[in-house]
């Protein structure tokens, strides 16, 4: 299961990053970010046991470039797509929905 979001015009972006300061600043929106998705999945967890919601499980990688966030259970695709019984309950896609123009305006914000 995973959501992405891509940036179309990478060379342009390397060009902005021209100092430490801003490469500092972009990292800095990536891992609050991160924890913002994943404060924001965990309230959208569907809990009957709760060990679902206790396998969320955040990484940061590509020299702070990279915010991961995932569900660690065999059955985490199954509550967030659903299957032919249930109807899915999409709530990492609903963080990552609610994450994504934030994340946009914060790194657009650090580069100027």
């Known amino acids: 299961m995973s959501y992405s979001f891509s940036v179309s015009g ?6 902005l990053l021209n ?3 801003k490469i500092n600043k972009v990292k800095d929106v990536v891992r609050v970010n991160t924890a913002q998705l994943a404060r924001n999945a965990s309230k959208f967890v569907p809990v009957d046991t709760g060990a679902l919601k206790r396998s ?19 059955y985490s695709a199954y509550v967030e797509y659903g299957t032919r019984f249930m109807y899915g309950r999409f709530y990492l896609r609903r963080a990552f929905d609610q994450q994504t123009e934030k994340f946009y305006n914060d790194v657009k914000g650090a580069l100027n």
Not at 10 to 15: G, I, L, P, R, T
Not at 60 to 74: Q, R
């Open 56 to 74: 969320g499980r955040s990484a940061i990688s590509d020299s702070g470039f990279t915010g991961e966030y995932s569900f660690n259970t065999h």
């Open 19 to 21: 100092t430490e300061d």
């Open 10 to 15: 990478v060379k342009e972006f390397q060009k």
